[in-house]
């Protein structure tokens, strides 16, 4: 009742409390976009808010929210690398005229999801689409364990691969927007769980994929290739036990910042509160502080409010808002060239390198599956420092997100172009832990990064805009890859040239979150 004297006496509480509100936008963090780049009752609001979470601070809720999201950047990098493990299985079991249709199948699951999810989270809100994505990638990830054919592991890696999608453009949003101004390089570090997912695929590979899976040409039956159906059964074990983490253990709240940016200020004040109450503090935020900043009263709540708030469910509001004006249009525009340009360099080498271990390992005459799987999990270990030491780097003055995610790119296709160098097993397998070790480093500014130059209302919608550019484009990679020869370097010269072309777009992004809270 209380809240609704306070809405039905709008003028009064206006008064008394817009110096409140004007106090708190004088302490609240600067915004990393420029003033006048969304619409301003949102800014003052999401700026508000801000400083309510700031206030809070970091606290138990962030930190179990930092373990349950981490399952997003899990599932994001294990279940690609799942793909690649298995590939050489599957092409010796299945014998297809064009083995990439599996990643190919892979990439379109993806698109589908990134699309479903990103733009739906805008829509339906944050806290369904954190929980569907991973469960629905555990249920098909293991039921694809026992495909009877090639066609079948495809339409299963389709279908896990449209959870998979899901997991980033809706988990960033989520924790960056819980996140207090000061801790946002926690976006960074997250990606540690990126590159150990790597690590503990390659781990589970090295024993199941080495010892029960059939040589190079040799004759490859069921009986004798088991070793990939086991592996799929575990990482499908893992991303369920994943699932029942985040549905049974943990409360998701929705986003304050969303809620505020759908007309429901009532909602984000009393999310803020129970953060607060989680993590053992107080907060001073009420209602009157987010209504004092609304232009001509409060937003419409008569039924054609209600109903105009519908139609803009299913119209462009989202899309067009990232491109309202010219410098967030030329920031989105870029942001999503370089996804692209990553979406297709990343699993044209990447999807593929197991294979081209294998390949070019018989022509050291060092080959064998076992040895494959060995350089694949010590490729995998370097991708875990070069997360925290992305963590470190994003905070560095002068240098921040776009100095380092500039630099780790060009750098990451520098290392793939010398691989073609190699002239033993060893020479590729160092080229390739170094590709490996600056690719991680690019992957966790990326993820950090991207939905910081978005606000809060059409984050999933920014989100989803970058993840198709970079499925889109990673549907091209298998595709070529059915009419180049990957035992020759040509696919390794255009990821490389692609990474270096992505490297210098970041330079040209007009916004630097370093020190400054999204909106």
Not at 328 to 343: D, E, H, K, N, P
Request: one cysteine or more.
């Amino acid at each position: 009742m209380a809240d609704t004297k306070d809405l039905n006496n709008s003028e009064g509480v206006k008064d008394q409390a817009e110096p409140i509100s004007t106090e708190i936008l004088d302490d609240a963090p600067l915004a990393a976009l420029p003033d006048g780049t969304v619409d301003p009752v949102y800014e003052a609001k999401a700026r508000v808010l801000n400083k309510a979470i700031q206030d809070i601070g970091m606290g138990r809720y962030q930190w179990q929210l930092f373990i349950v999201v981490g399952f997003g950047w899990w599932g994001d990098n294990m279940w690609p690398i799942v793909t690649s493990l298995i590939f050489t299985s599957i092409t010796n079991e299945f014998s297809p005229h064009r083995p990439p249709l599996l990643t190919l199948a892979q990439n379109i699951g993806l698109l589908a999801g990134a699309v479903f999810w990103g733009f739906g989270c805008d829509i339906f809100g944050r806290r369904w689409a954190f929980n569907l994505t991973i469960g629905i990638t555990a249920v098909f990830g293991m039921i694809a364990a026992g495909s009877p054919n090639f066609a079948a592991i495809g339409v299963f890696a389709a279908l896990w691969s449209v959870g998979v999608g899901g997991n980033l453009p809706v988990d960033s949003a989520i924790f960056l927007e819980f996140l207090p101004g000061t801790h946002q390089f926690l976006l960074t570090v997250l990606s540690i769980d990126w590159a150990l997912a790597q690590l503990v695929a390659n781990l589970i590979a090295w024993p199941l994929l080495g010892n029960l899976s059939c040589q190079e040409d040799t004759v490859c039956t069921r009986h004798k290739n088991m070793g990939w159906r086991y592996f799929m059964i575990c990482m499908g074990g893992i991303s369920l036990i994943m699932f029942c983490v985040r549905f049974f253990c943990f409360t998701i709240y929705e986003s304050p910042k969303y809620l505020m940016g759908r007309g429901k200020d009532e909602e984000a004040v009393r999310v803020v509160h129970e953060v607060a109450r989680r993590n053992g503090k107080t907060s001073t935020l009420t209602l009157a502080d987010l209504e004092a900043l609304n232009q001509g009263g409060t937003q419409g709540v008569d039924t054609t409010a209600i109903l105009q708030r519908k139609l803009e469910k299913i119209n462009l509001t989202h899309v067009k808002s990232l491109f309202a004006t010219t410098k967030l249009a030329w920031s989105t525009s870029l942001i999503m060239l370089v996804w692209a340009f990553i979406g297709l360099g990343f699993p044209l080498y990447n999807a593929f390198l197991p294979y081209i271990q294998a390949t070019r390992g018989a022509h050291f005459h060092d080959g064998s599956t076992y040895i494959t799987y060995r350089n694949s999990l010590i490729i995998a270990v370097l991708g875990v420092p070069g997360c925290i030491i992305g963590g470190f780097l994003v905070e560095v003055p002068r240098f921040g997100r776009k100095g380092t995610l500039a630099v780790s790119t060009v750098l990451t296709g520098v290392f793939l172009f010398c691989s073609t160098t190699a002239t033993t097993s060893n020479a590729l397998l160092g080229w390739n832990c170094a590709y490996n070790f600056m690719s991680n480093i690019m992957y966790a500014v990326l993820y950090a990064y991207t939905p910081e130059i978005f606000p809060t209302k059409d984050r999933g919608t920014g989100n989803a805009l970058t993840a198709s550019a970079n499925r889109i484009f990673g549907i091209v990679a298998p595709i070529i890859a059915m009419f180049a020869n990957l035992e020759t370097s040509a696919p390794v010269y255009v990821s490389g040239a692609l990474f270096i072309a992505a490297g210098l777009s970041v330079i040209l992004l007009p916004f630097e979150p370093r020190g400054k809270a999204s909106l």
